[in-house]
T-cell receptor
């Protein structure tokens, strides 16, 4: 049962345009969400995060939107650049973990969307 | 460069064997996480250690175990290896055990079981 879903395995966008990557989740306990970017032969790199108390978070060209009622989040990249071509992973976590009375948990990842920026 | 190091980069072994993967967290980070990335399952959380103690378990098989040493480096031990264990294994570290701390990932170890 996939708790975090990225339904588009790939997305092609022209350089300079907006890239929109989508993510859906099913677990109501998730209240902290992150986007990671991954190049081939490297580990995932943190991009941006959002807590469920917010519906938007911006960092330069990257903006994450959270719609809690729809259990949906999206990552907007404006403008898209060739260096943005990578696999993008959506991840989620509960901010409170029951295992050890408040300790952290691992992240639950989606399967990724391969973003291709065309010149 | 995330500051997290993993060795070896590649490992090729046979079914039934045992291997050890090593991870050194970023300087100052007390939490270490292990993840497995296989073609069909994506990135899956295996286990977390915080300051030497196990903190959380995910989809980790009984054939797999991990530990975190006093110098905070961690090892993931995989035994009785099967073909299906072939995957990329990532280690990540964070400052504390709070789930809102950013996790920084290492470059991964690619394990091939023949």
């Amino acid at each position: 049962d996939q708790q975090v879903k990225q339904n588009s395995p790939s997305l092609s966008v022209q350089e300079g345009r907006i890239s929109i990557l989508n993510c859906d989740y099913t677990n109501s306990m998730f209240d902290y969400f992150l986007w990671y970017k991954k190049y081939p032969a490297e580990g995932p790199t943190f991009l941006i995060s959002i807590s469920s108390i917010k519906d938007k978070n911006e960092d330069g060209r990257f903006t994450v939107f959270l719609n809690k009622s729809a259990k949906h989040l999206s990552l907007h990249i404006v403008p898209s650049q060739p260096g943005d071509s990578a696999v993008y992973f959506c991840a989620a976590s509960p901010s409170f973990h029951m295992y050890s009375g408040g300790g952290a948990d691992g992240l639950t990842f989606g399967k990724g969307t391969h973003l291709i920026i065309q010149p | 460069d995330s500051g997290v190091t993993q060795t070896p980069k590649h490992l090729i072994t046979a079914t039934g064997q045992r291997v050890t993967l090593r991870c050194s967290p970023r300087s100052g980070d007390l939490s270490v996480y292990w993840y497995q990335q296989s073609l069909d399952q994506g990135l899956q959380f295996l286990i977390q250690y915080y300051n030497g103690e196990e903190r959380a378990k995910g989809n980790i098989l009984e054939r797999f175990s991990a530990q975190q040493f006093p110098d905070l480096h961690s090892e993931l031990n995989l035994s009785s290896l099967e073909l299906g264990d072939s995957a990329l294994y990532f280690c990540a570290s964070s400052v504390s055990q709070a789930s809102t701390d950013t996790q920084y990932f290492g470059p991964g170890t690619r394990l091939t079981v023949l």
